[in-house]
């Protein structure tokens, strides 16, 4: 699996931001439908904190964070991390995975990412 994952920015306190992931699969490899996206946040000193993630077959998604909101599009490939009311605790680099498990909230159940996107937020 092939994760580009883009849209950050530098953006103020309160603003929204939407991020995109776009996947894809080497030929004679499993569809994006065997597998879960996940997206994780790392701040600077501290370690890879989960954001959300959505099963591609079915749609089922988890996202703990009630500002933002994961979906993805099917047709496009492509999934999205819709971020409100944005807080200067949020900077961070967003990187999105992807897993053969469903839902996980732990890294080490991912083994593809994308090169991560830079999101500061100012006060």
């Known amino acids: 699996v092939q994760l580009q994952a883009s849209g950050g920015g530098l953006v103020q306190a309160g603003d929204s931001l939407r991020l995109s992931c776009a996947a894809s699969?080497?030929?004679?490899?499993?569809?994006?439908?065997?597998?879960?996206l996940g997206w994780f946040r790392q701040a600077p000193g501290k370690e890879r904190e989960y954001v959300a993630s959505?099963?591609?077959?079915?749609g089922a998604r988890d996202s703990p964070m009630g500002r933002f909101t994961i979906s993805i599009d099917n047709a496009r490939k492509i999934v999205y991390l819709q971020m409100n009311n944005l807080k200067p605790e949020d900077t961070a680099v967003y990187y999105c995975?992807?897993?053969?498990?469903?839902?996980?909230?732990?890294?080490?159940?991912?083994?593809?990412w994308g090169q991560g996107t830079q999101v500061t937020v100012s006060s």
């Open positions: 995975a992807a897993t053969r498990r469903t839902l996980s909230t732990s890294t080490s159940d991912y083994d593809y």
């Open positions: 699969v080497r030929a004679f490899s499993p569809t994006l439908s065997s597998y879960s």
């Open positions: 959505i099963r591609w077959s079915t």
